[in-house]
């Protein structure tokens, strides 16, 4: 599998920033390519909700609710990936987990899942 590894979380107030990121390190694994990487997030008693994804190419997704708030990057010479959160609000607060989307043959792939790290929003 592929471990990934998170960092940057935190408690910061409404409308402060944070930079989370996520590195993507192959444990007992043969990575044949790493493909979308993601952010999903799951705040207390809701579903986990997609945040952001961004391809190997670089094309970003975006959820409507975080549109022009957030940017995802990547570093595809590092396997990591990066969301810059911006104009961050109460709702934001939630457990931020990285996944990753990989393949270890041509044509054989899965997706592997960080812990998560919390991001929580003061008010």
């Known amino acids: 599998q592929v471990q990934l590894v998170e960092s940057g979380g935190g408690l910061v107030q409404a409308g402060g920033s944070l930079r989370l990121s996520c590195t993507a390190r192959?444990?007992?694994?043969?990575?044949?390519?790493?493909?979308?990487m993601g952010w999903y997030r799951q705040a207390p008693g809701k579903q986990r909700e997609l945040v952001a994804t961004?391809?190997?190419?670089?094309?970003?997704n975006y959820a409507d609710s975080v549109k022009g708030r957030f940017t995802i990057s990547r570093d595809n010479a590092v396997n990591t990936a990066y969301l810059q959160m911006s104009r961050l609000r109460p709702e934001d607060t939630a457990v931020y987990y990285c996944?990753?989307?990989?393949?270890?043959?041509?044509?054989?792939?899965?997706?592997?899942w960080g812990q998560g790290t919390q991001v929580t929003v003061s008010s």
């Open positions: 961004i391809t190997n190419g670089g094309s970003a």
């Open positions: 192959p444990s007992g694994a043969t990575v044949f390519s790493i493909n979308d």
């Open positions: 996944n990753v989307d990989w393949n270890y043959t041509p044509i054989v792939s899965r997706v592997d």
